[in-house]
């Protein structure tokens, strides 16, 4: 898929993030539109996936570790064929298996439940070493949230993967700055992010979240690393594409009404239509 495609790919996704979150009338917007063009990249560009065959055996696995943005990773699914689009209107509504966190056992294409932050990274972190144990050719992709590498078992888990060389792993960082309670530098900075990493033996690539060049020279540096796993510190905007919510640490979690809902659509519908004169 080209940069093009990609693009009007992730506009979509975006669509589906604020339908989903508007018809539940609770969810979190901000960080999952933060994510969706790295969502979109990993889905559409980067995984050995196959949404005919969700559970084939040597598929890449990916670990949403900050679980909240679940409507980003349910609305890349949709758009990649793994249920319906129109299912995203039942988020968190009562007998939808769109639940407000990811469920394994439930939805397609979901690698491990998540949501309690700080615990994915070690799931994937057991599933990039069982990989090598096993002699299994899959890599393991996880996202994070800037404010989620505050909890002290996301330290444990890259403690650990850079001590066994996992250069199947590669963990994302999604850094948008901003977290429930404010900027992550004045709740708890975990800055220099980079520098925290490296300190773990990873390969760290910084790179523009939005900027599809960017992912792709990342991933591919990720893919030609060995002996240690990799790190990319994804610099993004909450909120990216719906223009009242970005860089606005009131949609972390909050659904859009009605005349909010509108505004946001029409300004992806804009996003769209530029793309489409490309």
Request: charged share 25%; hydrophobic share 35%; with cysteine.
């Amino acid at each position: 898929m080209d940069k093009l495609e990609l693009q009007k790919t992730a506009n979509e996704v975006r669509k589906g993030i604020v339908t989903a979150v508007h018809s539940a009338k609770a969810g979190h917007p901000g960080g999952s539109l933060s994510a969706a063009d790295i969502f979109t990249y990993l889905y559409f560009e980067e995984m050995n996936i196959d949404p005919k065959d969700p559970k084939k055996a040597d598929r890449d696995r990916f670990v949403l570790s900050k679980g909240h943005t679940a409507p980003g990773l349910y609305s890349t699914l949709a758009q990649r064929g793994y249920f319906p689009v129109e299912d995203l209107k039942t988020l968190r509504h009562l007998g939808s298996y769109l639940q407000g966190h990811p469920d394994m056992k439930h939805i397609p294409g979901v690698d491990m439940s998540s949501g309690s932050l700080g615990q994915g990274i070690s799931a994937a972190v057991g599933m990039a070493l069982s990989a090598k144990l096993s002699n299994d050719s899959y890599r393991v992709y996880t996202l994070l949230g800037d404010g989620e590498i505050q909890e002290g078992q996301v330290w444990e888990a890259s403690m650990f993967a850079g001590a066994r060389k996992l250069d199947n792993l590669v963990v994302i960082v999604d850094n948008n700055g901003l977290q429930i309670d404010g900027k992550i530098e004045d709740v708890c900075s975990p800055y220099p992010i980079d520098k925290k990493f490296e300190a773990f033996n990873f390969h760290v690539i910084n790179v523009d979240a939005h900027d599809y060049d960017d992912l792709k020279k990342a991933f591919d540096e990720a893919k030609a690393t060995k002996g240690q796993p990799t790190a990319i510190i994804a610099h993004s905007t909450k909120g990216k594409g719906v223009s009242y919510m970005e860089n606005n640490v009131g949609w972390h979690g909050k659904a859009p009404n009605d005349e909010e809902y509108a505004t946001a659509m029409a300004d992806l519908e804009k996003v769209g239509e530029a793309l489409c004169q490309k």
